[in-house]
Every structure is written in structure tokens, then in C-alpha cells.
């Protein structure tokens, strides 16, 4: 899985960046822009809404998960959700936690 996690986060920081590039090239950088892009119709604003939503529980079970049960530290993988997003991010936690297992499993 580990292996999986690893290009899924490859893929999760590209395809974004496709099209952020795109608008970015066609808008600039402007963040009114950009979001009156992603809040433009009542699709687009139902996809943006289930990101933050997902995206904000991601960010609590991250930090529960490093409280009480040692997970990767969160803060690299809210700079990587804010700066890319969820799809980079979310598979990038998976792989960290998978390398923090990796030397417990290997001495069994």
C-alpha cells in the first residue's frame, strides 16, 4: 500500500496544478478570482463545499490521531492540503503513517 500511497500523492500534486495553472494563466493570481472561480455555479460550489468539509476533518482527525496515537505531525500535511490539496495531502498523511509502521512490523 505504501507504494500506492506514494504515487497517489504524485498524481494528487499534479492534476491540480493542471488546471490551477490554467486558470491562473487565464485569471492571474488574484484570489477574488479564484474564488469567485470556484464558487461560479451551483456544481462547481457543491464540489468546493464538499472539499472544505473533507478537508477540515481531515484536519481533526490528524491532529486526534498525533495526540493519542502518534501519527505523523499534521502541520506539513495542512501546508501540503492548503498549497495543493486534499488529494496531494490526504494520500501523503497515508504514506507517512505507513513509513512509521514500517520499523514496527519489520522487528516482528
Known amino acids: 500500500m505504501k507504494a500506492l500511497y506514494l504515487v497517489a500523492a504524485i498524481v494528487g500534486?499534479?492534476?491540480p496544478y493542471v488546471f490551477f495553472s490554467e486558470h491562473f494563466g487565464?485569471?492571474?493570481?488574484?484570489l477574488s478570482a479564484f474564488v469567485a472561480a470556484v464558487f461560479a455555479n451551483p456544481a462547481?460550489?457543491?464540489?468546493?463545499?464538499?472539499?472544505l468539509i473533507s478537508s477540515f476533518v481531515f484536519w481533526v482527525f490528524m491532529?486526534?490521531?498525533?495526540?493519542f496515537a502518534h501519527g505523523p505531525n499534521p502541520?506539513?500535511?495542512?501546508a501540503l492540503n492548503?498549497?495543493?490539496?486534499?488529494s496531494c495531502a490526504l494520500?501523503?498523511?497515508?504514506?507517512?503513517?505507513?513509513?512509521?509502521?514500517?520499523?514496527?512490523?519489520q522487528e516482528s
Open 13 to 15: 500534486a499534479i492534476v
Open 63 to 67: 491532529f486526534h490521531r498525533n495526540r
Open 26 to 30: 487565464s485569471s492571474g493570481f488574484g
Open 44 to 51: 462547481a460550489s457543491g464540489f468546493t463545499s464538499d472539499l
Open 75 to 78: 502541520v506539513g500535511f495542512i
Open 91 to 105: 494520500p501523503a498523511y497515508f504514506y507517512a503513517q505507513e513509513l512509521q509502521r514500517q520499523p514496527r512490523s
Open 82 to 86: 492548503l498549497l495543493i490539496g486534499l
